[in-house]
């Protein structure tokens, strides 16, 4: 296995653990919100860190945060948002309740929600043998969402690089 390849399984790793750990973080970064509201993540990133940026630029506009008692960086005042880098450069965000893209989509919401929202969807298999989500690709260009759901409801949501989207979903994904 090369070092690049090794690089981004660990980090998906990190993300699913982080994603999955099932705490929500506190403290004076992460914003107070009322039940049911989203922020929204589209297919240029979340606010100040977009698809592309380096961890360096991140860290230095203080948007990305290592201090943190996590597998891997987080964004500064977005506990529920797992950055994913790759060569440096941020690839993924891997999304968790209340995070929403522009069309309303958010963990929970019905499947044929998604269909509706995104006609061109491609629907993705799980491998049997595997205790996976199925997913949902909405591509837009060299962007895309991957919406990962249990057949009845989104579970999770990553969005970003539509290569590396389908890559996660290919290659797998699990706790660190």
Not at 132 to 138: P, S, T
Request: net charge negative.
């Amino acid at each position: 296995m090369r070092l690049r390849q090794f690089g981004f399984i660990a980090a998906l790793m990190a993300a699913a653990s982080i994603a999955g750990s099932g705490v929500r973080p506190q403290g004076p970064d992460v914003p107070a919100r009322p039940v049911g509201a989203a922020e929204v993540v589209s297919l240029d990133g979340l606010g100040n860190a977009e698809f592309g940026a380096t961890e360096e630029d991140l860290t230095r506009r203080g948007v990305l945060r290592t201090d943190e008692d996590a597998c891997g960086p987080t964004l500064a005042g977005h506990g529920t948002v797992s950055p994913i880098f790759v060569d440096d450069r941020l690839v993924l965000l891997w999304l968790d309740d209340p995070m929403s893209t522009p069309e309303g989509i958010t963990v929970g919401t019905p499947v044929d929600a998604v269909h509706d929202a995104y006609p061109s969807v491609v629907e993705l298999d799980a491998p049997q043998e595997m205790q996976r989500f199925d997913g949902l690709l909405a591509r837009d260009g060299d962007r895309a969402y991957l919406f990962l759901h249990d057949g009845s409801t989104v579970r999770k949501i990553i969005a970003g690089y539509a290569d590396w989207a389908r890559r996660l979903f290919d290659e797998g994904y699990g706790p660190c």
